[in-house]
Structures are given as C-alpha cells and as structure tokens.
T-cell receptor, first 115, second 118 residues
Framework: EAQVTQNPRYLITVTGKKLTVTCSQN?????MSWYRQDPGLGLRQIYY???????DKGDVPEGYKVSRKEKRNFPLILESPSPNQTSLYFC??????????????FGPGTRLTVT | AQKVTQAQTEISVVEKEDVTLDCVYE???????LFWYKQPPSGELVFLIR??????QNEISGRYSWNFQKSTSSFNFTITASQVVDSAVYFC???????????????FGKGTHLIIQP
C-alpha cells in the first residue's frame, strides 16, 4: 500500500531533550516536506527536500533540522525542543519536480507536546 | 508572496443542505496550482482536488464540485446534499511553479470547520 508513515504518532517530552520524528514513504517520491499545524494558523511548511541531499527552509524553519540521506526517509530533528514547538506535525511527499503530478500525500501526523 | 484566505472559520448546516466553502488566493505567478484537502476528526489530511492555473474548467466529483475563477482569484468548493460524514476541516492550498517545471511547497489557508448536523 502506497503511504507515508511517521513515528511516533504521539510524543510528550521536556524542554531541551533532543528528539527525532521519522518520516518514510514507499512511493519513490522525490519531494518530501514537513509541516506543522497550529490552531488558527493552518499548516505551515518547516522544511522541504527536492531530492536526496537537497533540503531547503520553508516558512518556519527555526528550531528544526532535517536530513535526506535516502530517498524514502526525511527525519525531522528538534535539537533543543521548546514549548512553542508543541504542535501537530505532518510529513508529506510528492513525485516532485517535473513529474506533472504535484499532489502531496500526507502522513498520519505526529502530535508533539513539549513541557 | 503567495497567500490563501478562507474567510469562513466555521460553517454549520443541517444535513442535505448545500454548502459552499470559499477560497481566495494571491499570487504573482502566472503558473500555479490550487488544492483542496479534507481533515476529518481523525486528523489525517485527505487530498481532494488539484487544479492548474491554466485550466479554468469547473470540476464535479459526485456531490463535490469546484468553481475556479481566475478573474476573482477564487477556488470555491461546494458540497451538494451534505451528509454528516462531510463534517471536517477543509483546507484550500496554493503552490507556485518553480523553474524546471516543478512546484514549490503548499501555502495553506487557515481552514474552514464544516459541521453537518443530522
């Protein structure tokens, strides 16, 4: 089944404790992206990747890191989480540049709480 | 900069009524893509439709229809004969084309919470 998976689905952590949210897709998509969803703000892009080893900042990159060492994986890293990073996070993927198909398929979401 | 406005924060209708969700966008690009996504109470984001800027044809899919008007920069979504299962948050989104023929990330509106009462 074609899908985007994220782990963990729920995470409660404390300020300053490094964490990684994994994202994996099995559709051979080139483009992957991370969004955060906050009440009243909709979804905002954090980082995106056009292909392996190619990443770039989205609209709200501060406090986050990403890496794209393999095509299928795009982990989101919070080196020193803070309470304002409490949010619902979505990973997405699409066929990407030049494919003619730009629908982004979203993972199930990761609800992160930083205390 | 691109922007998507969904002025209706919440809409509540009774089942079987028709309902239209408004979406107004801003972009300086001539080539762009518009999307609608549905987020049911379970939380996942479900892709509904993509529309290219150079294709102004309206689209109908069952009870769902979309009206794209470049003259007013709008991409409205209508549900005919609404059902309780249509209750969800609906997001309109915009993506601008980048050089090379691809598309950039999505800029989302803030969403419209649609409540269908039985």
């Amino acid at each position: 089944e074609a899908q985007v998976t994220q782990n963990p689905r729920y995470l409660i952590t404390v300020t300053g404790k490094k964490l990684t949210v994994t994202c994996s897709q099995n559709m051979n998509h080139e483009y992957m992206s991370w969004y955060r969803q906050d009440p009243g703000l909709g979804l905002r892009q954090i980082y995106y990747s056009m292909n392996v080893e190619v990443t770039d900042k989205g609209d709200v990159p501060e406090g986050y890191k990403v890496s794209r060492k393999e095509k299928r994986n795009f982990p989101l890293i919070l080196e020193s989480p803070s309470p304002n990073q409490t949010s619902l996070y979505f990973c997405a993927s699409s066929l990407g540049v030049g494919s003619g198909s730009y629908e982004q398929y979203f993972g199930p979401g990761t609800r992160l709480t930083v205390t | 900069a691109q922007k998507v406005t969904q002025a209706q924060t919440e809409i509540s209708v009774v089942e079987k009524e028709d309902v239209t969700l408004d979406c107004v966008y801003e972009t300086r690009d001539t080539t762009y893509y518009l999307f609608w996504y549905k987020q049911p109470p379970s939380g996942e984001l479900v892709f509904l439709i993509r529309r290219n800027s150079f294709d102004e044809q309206n689209e109908i899919s069952g009870r769902y229809s979309w009206n794209f008007q470049k003259s007013t920069s709008s991409f409205n979504f209508t549900i005919t004969a609404s059902q309780v299962v249509d209750s969800a948050v609906y997001f309109c989104a915009l993506s601008e084309a980048v050089s090379g023929g691809g598309a950039d990330g999505l800029t989302f509106g803030k969403g419209t919470h649609l409540i269908i009462q039985p």
